[in-house]
T-cell receptor
Framework: DVKVTQSSRYLVKRTGEKVFLECVQD?????MFWYRQDPGLGLRLIYF???????EKGDIPEGYSVSREKKERFSLILESASTNQTSMYLC?????????????FGSGTRLTVV | GENVEQHPSTLSVQEGDSAVIKCTYS??????FPWYKQELGKGPQLIID?????GEKKDQRIAVTLNKTAKHFSLHITETQPEDSAVYFC???????????FGAGTRLTVKP
């Protein structure tokens, strides 16, 4: 069974902390994505990567960075967490082109910044 | 850039009734339109998709229609069951990039 695994289901962090969200996929997909999900706003793309060490900004990259050192792993980094980054974070992966089989999503990480 | 609008935001139906969710997109060059279902506590899962060279696609109780001229596409669920209760997202491909723009989601509740 193909999988995208996010390391934490729930996280609580303090304002100003550096936060790492980890995502691993076992499907040998080239593309990986980080989305943020908020009620009424749907899924908004933060960053995506189409290859190791490559990254592209999405619609809301401010306050975030990413790292892709290995094909299977894509990390989202909150450099200095703020309360407005409290949200559900979803990782996804896909082959190239992504419309070959669509995205496979992880189960999400619910981050609360206090 | 591509913009996707989805309606309604919430939908409640009786078991056995049909449910229809509608989306519009802005970029006429978009050519791939998937639908995702998100159950409580889980990530979204692809349930059906349609490409721009097709007007309709069916998979058992689920169908999707695409009107390229009007730039809208719809998800139709027939004979709804309580397990169809979930949040549904439409999406449209972004031309010249290998990612997608998602709608805001529809929370479907099927009452027994």
């Amino acid at each position: 069974d193909v999988k995208v695994t996010q390391s934490s289901r729930y996280l609580v962090k303090r304002t100003g902390e550096k936060v790492f969200l980890e995502c691993v996929q076992d499907m040998d997909h080239e593309n990986m994505f980080w989305y943020r999900q908020d009620p009424g706003l749907g899924l908004r793309l933060i960053y995506f990567s189409y290859d190791v060490k490559m990254k592209e900004k999405g619609d809301i990259p401010e306050g975030y960075s990413v790292s892709r050192e290995k094909k299977e792993r894509f990390s989202l980094i909150l450099e200095s967490a703020s309360t407005n980054q409290t949200s559900m974070y979803l990782c996804a992966s896909s082959p190239i082109p992504s419309d070959r089989e669509g995205y496979t999503f992880g189960s999400g990480t619910r981050l609360t910044v206090v | 850039g591509e913009n996707v609008e989805q309606h309604p935001s919430t939908l409640s139906v009786q078991e056995g009734d049909s449910a229809v969710i509608k989306c519009t997109y802005s970029d006429s060059a978009s050519n791939y339109f998937p639908w995702y279902k998100q159950e409580l506590g889980k990530g979204p899962q692809l349930i059906i998709d349609i490409r721009s060279n097709v007007g309709e696609k069916k998979d058992q109780r689920i169908a999707v229609t695409l009107n390229k001229t009007a730039k809208h596409f719809s998800l139709h669920i027939t004979e709804t069951q309580p397990e169809d209760s979930a949040v549904y997202f439409c999406a449209a491909s972004i031309p010249h990039r290998d990612d997608m723009r998602f709608g805001a989601g529809t929370r479907l509740t099927v009452k027994p």
